[in-house]
């Protein structure tokens, strides 16, 4: 018997506090920043988003023990329910990649 997908979490479980957004001259000053793709290549941060949109994650380091399970947690999010909306989940951390497959 075949278990149904776990669900992803839909809603904030305790309040945080709201950031200001950034300005825009912020977010092309950091699209022009470089990060380390997959294959070890240098490229602008903005590429990650340039075409498709994108939910952008950052984690202290891949080697902590909450920004794993944080990442295992996004890695329930069925891939379907992304390829609808057309969104691209982007995870950037402090140490060696890791792809959610």
């Known amino acids: 018997m075949s278990r149904a997908p776990l669900c992803p979490v839909v809603q904030q479980l305790r309040p945080v506090s709201v950031a200001p957004r ?5 977010l092309r000053e950091a699209a022009h920043c470089l990060v380390v793709d997959a294959d070890g290549r240098r ?8 075409r498709q949109k994108a939910v952008v994650v950052f984690v ?3 080697l902590c023990y909450t920004c794993k399970e944080y990442v295992e947690d996004l890695a329930k999010v069925p891939r ?7 969104v691209r989940l982007i995870v950037i951390g402090q140490s060696s990649y890791h792809h959610i497959k």
Not at 22 to 26: H, I, K, L, S
Not at 43 to 50: D, E, K, S, V, W
Not at 80 to 86: D, I, R, W
């Open 80 to 86: 379907s329910y992304l390829q609808e909306a057309n």
């Open 22 to 26: 950034p300005e825009p001259a912020e």
């Open 43 to 50: 490229i602008p941060f903005g590429a990650l988003f340039r």
């Open 60 to 62: 202290r380091n891949f």
